[in-house]
């Protein structure tokens, strides 16, 4: 079995961040975001990987991923040259592919579970695919699937204002080279894309088996600020474990599960966690709260910071409240004045603001 990773697009609702960086290399508790893909593909022993790119973030994705050595994989970069949708990216990919059975994984997508359980349903099932969903309280807003009692996937809708169901899918699926058929055989959406639900649903037009798996644990798509804040502040909560590597004076108090990094420091500031720092951060004179991670390189002097993402080599100074904000790498934001301030903020990469 091989996997295809997609990691092309132009992350358009996380600008201005991702007119200087792949969406899928934001980072969720200072690990980029396709890491975590990475890692679930290495769990289930699948080696042979594609990784579907875009020409805006290819070379990004390429550094970042390397031959695919950190997971003992074999990693093949597969350039899409325009976003025509994930039956075109699997299109663009057949090549690769070849009359292998894959897992199709979106690489801005984090799930709270293990996949092996859905990778052994299409082992053990005579199915020509497995679709992962999961349950949501508000079904129109997502592709959803009508299951019969056995789980069988009938029909897939698209953000239906009457949804059959509240299974929305999640965005990783298994296929037999079944799919590179029927493919050839949708037309685009009215977006103008070929779309993996008509190329599913042609499968079951045909006759195909095609199966469900449901998703018991948590799932994020982060696509939007709110939603990667979301996804930092659920792996905070479940995985990180409190471990200080950095220094700490004796005028701090750190409490709670906090990571705190080799070469940072902590310097008459309260930390609570759950809060991940990176490497060679300094915290001075500082308060940094609940469900926040710091990338490395970066200070926050003089300020109360939480609920936040601050990428590598970012300044935080004299803010009296910095919250559900996400600041790009080398962001800075300062109060020059008297005026302190609370601020809910998105930067893009080398931005500044001054108070």
């Known amino acids: 079995m091989k996997a295809l990773v997609l990691a092309g697009g132009r992350g358009t609702r996380l600008r201005p961040l991702t007119f200087t960086t792949a969406k899928q290399l934001i980072p969720v508790v200072n ?65 690769y592919l070849g009359d292998s059975p894959f897992l199709m994984y979106l690489g801005d997508n984090l799930i709270g579970q293990d996949i092996r359980p859905f990778v052994d349903k299409f082992d053990n099932d005579s199915t020509e695919a497995v679709v992962l ?47 590179h058929q029927v493919i050839g055989r949708i037309k685009p959406s009215w977006r103008g894309e070929l779309e993996i639900t008509d190329a599913i649903q042609e499968l079951t037009n045909a006759g195909c088996r095609v199966d469900s798996h449901i998703l018991e644990g948590w799932w994020l798509d982060t696509g939007k600020k709110d939603d990667l804040l979301e996804a930092n502040r659920v792996v905070l909560d479940e995985w990180i474990h409190r471990e200080t590597r950095g220094k700490v004076d004796d005028k701090s108090r750190v409490a709670g599960r906090v990571k705190l990094e080799e070469g940072a420091e902590i310097i008459n500031s309260t930390v609570r966690g759950p809060v991940a720092i990176g490497r060679n951060t300094k915290i001075k004179d500082s308060f940094v709260g609940p469900y926040t991670s710091i990338g490395e390189g970066c200070v926050i002097e003089g300020s109360s910071v939480e609920y936040s993402v601050i990428l590598d080599g970012s300044r935080v100074g004299g803010i009296e409240r910095l919250e559900d904000s996400l600041l790009g790498c080398n962001a800075r934001v300062d109060c020059l004045g008297r005026n302190r301030h609370v601020l809910k903020v998105m930067l893009g990469d080398n931005s500044e603001v001054e108070l």
């Open 31 to 95: 690990k980029p975001i396709i890491y975590y893909v990475m890692d679930q593909i290495e769990k289930v022993g699948i080696r042979d990987v594609g990784i579907i790119i875009s020409p805006e973030t290819g070379e990004d994705i390429k550094k970042a991923l390397g031959t695919g050595e950190k997971w003992g994989m074999e990693i093949t970069y597969i350039l899409q040259e325009i976003p025509g949708g994930l039956a075109h990216a699997v299109k663009t990919a057949q090549g």
């Open 133 to 179: 969903l999961k349950a949501v309280e508000d079904p129109t807003m997502f592709g959803v699937a009508e299951v019969d009692e056995g789980g069988v996937i009938r029909r897939l809708v698209e953000k239906p204002k009457d949804p059959p169901s509240n299974l929305a899918i999640v965005g990783i699926y298994l296929f037999s080279p079944k799919i």
